[in-house]
């Protein structure tokens, strides 16, 4: 039985992180948030250094949080963001193969996919190159802080290191070389291993502030594995949970290192586009982030969008903000049913989206019935539209085109942003430079990005699918005669 708040106060982090799944159990088994938030904040409370400072009477909610729930996690500032493990896992001084402390390994693994990532982006960042130069000094040096970090856990880095970091930081926000950074100043990704783990922060950000409650407090919260925790924290769980969607929300079923890697770097490459392009659509954001994930970890089989049915659960999962439905929530046919999952990411789903080409449009199926259907484009504008055909279907059909558009636009992301040139250099350094001159010049709306395209570029996007006239009808046309 899950203890409740007013013997927590006895907890330690240890029982907290380590206690048992409920026995039993089903698909109807509430979630505790409640009881698991409290046990989380009081385990925080017990280790809480009395000499700490308490947060200001003004903090938001997120530095609330962030400021209660320290004392049980590592807090590693890694330039653009910051990661936060828990403690606790280096009590597991189990080895690896190699004969490493896995915890060790694991948390150095996280760390360096951090950097890799930024170092995507420091590329594509509106920078001269000396300074450009200087930042990528700067990752050599934060990777070798890392390099020494002891089985115990992350050391403190020596003055250089921690400048070095600092800077990393000062490309993606307005920070000074020497600025000491308060909790809340960067955003926030927590790496977590099992569900229970997971439902605790869930359950202490909902008591810490009560709106998010009927966000966060959801029974379907049982499949999640990604996703926003409060604002600029978010959180990956490096488990599925139950099988199948059966047995105590509590049972894990852990996810292998290479999945779980992909999702921390997929949320990674989300927090560097949201800092360089914020005002970019969803759909530009997730194309990117699934690119930055395959050009680092080889492929992306993340569910941040598409269908989540996949061999460990049974609840269907992808939103991408701004959908006037969230496919999470939506029961359909397994995620094998997919012609864009198990391998396609590796080659931007290229082969995939040219079957995809239609007559009329592009082609994806209906799981249930087998039925062809069709979507004219354009399909990438400043605010996205569900067609006709997808809001008045079935599941099956919300679950298809959801994992159709996914690849959509990375496959779109891969070709626009990636491999185009424009005037002889990479066109998204150029947007990029582009949307920091609007921003300047005055405020940004959701047509921002599509102006600054043009912009640079002398011709729109997602106005029709004319390859003379739009990018999108150029990428498709690209797909028909050279992809």
């Known amino acids: 039985m899950i203890r409740i708040a007013i013997c927590s106060v006895l907890l330690t982090i240890t029982s907290w992180t380590a206690a048992p799944p409920v026995a039993g159990g089903g698909p109807n088994e509430e979630i505790p948030f409640e009881s698991l938030g409290k046990e989380l904040l009081a385990a925080c409370d017990a280790k809480r250094d009395p000499k700490d400072p308490a947060p200001p009477k003004d903090a938001t909610p997120s530095v609330l949080l962030l400021s209660r729930i320290q004392p049980v996690f590592h807090r590693i500032p890694l330039g653009a963001v910051e990661i936060w493990e828990l403690k606790n896992n280096f009590g597991d001084l189990s080895k690896s193969e190699k004969g490493e402390p896995v915890a060790l390994a694991n948390l150095q693994a996280h760390a360096n996919l951090c950097l890799q990532t930024q170092k995507l982006w420091i590329d594509r960042a509106d ?38 970091i600092q800077q990393i930081g ?40 009560p709106t998010l409650q009927k966000l966060l407090w959801d029974p379907k919260a049982r499949t999640w594995v990604i996703g926003g925790i409060i604002f600029r924290c978010n959180a990956t769980c490096a488990s599925w949970g139950p099988a199948e969607g059966r047995g105590s929300p509590m049972l894990d079923n852990p996810m292998p290192a290479h999945d779980a890697q992909q999702y921390i770097t997929h949320q990674i490459a989300h927090n560097c586009i949201d800092l360089m392009m914020h005002e970019a659509p969803p759909w530009a954001s997730e194309g990117l982030a699934i690119c930055d994930t395959i050009q680092i970890m080889k492929a992306d089989e993340t569910h941040c969008t598409g269908n989540i049915a996949a061999a460990f659960v049974a609840d269907v999962g992808g939103f991408m903000p701004g959908q006037k439905e969230d496919f999470r929530w939506m029961p359909t046919a397994p995620a094998e049913k997919s012609p864009y999952r198990r391998g396609p990411s590796m080659h931007f789903f290229t082969k995939e989206l040219q079957r995809a080409r239609g007559k009329d449009g592009m082609k994806f199926v209906d799981y249930e019935t087998g039925k062809m259907l069709q979507i004219p484009p354009p399909l990438l504008l400043p605010v996205e539209k569900i067609p006709e055909v997808v809001t008045g279907g079935t599941g099956a059909v919300k679950a298809s085109y959801a994992e159709f558009f996914r690849a959509y636009v990375a496959g779109f992301a891969h070709y626009f942003f990636l491999e185009l040139k424009f005037n002889k250099t990479p066109f998204l350094p150029q947007l990029i430079k582009t949307m920091n001159q609007m921003r300047a010049a005055g405020p940004m709306n959701e ?36 992809g």
């Open 127 to 164: 920078l001269d190159d000396p300074t450009r130069m200087l930042i990528k000094k700067n990752f050599t040096l934060a990777e070798n802080w890392i390099k020494a970090w002891k089985v115990e856990g992350p050391t403190r880095p020596k003055l250089e290191e921690e400048q070095a």
């Open 170 to 209: 000062a490309a993606y926000h307005a920070l000074k070389k020497d600025q000491r950074l308060e909790i809340g100043a960067l955003p926030v990704l927590f790496i977590l291993n099992t569900r229970r783990q997971y439902f605790s922060l869930l359950g202490a950000a909902g008591i810490v502030d």
């Open 447 to 482: 047509n921002s990005f599509h102006e600054a395209v043009k912009k640079v570029t002398n011709k729109p996007l997602g106005t029709n699918a004319d390859p003379k006239s739009d990018w999108e009808g150029s990428w498709l046309e690209w797909l028909d005669t050279k």
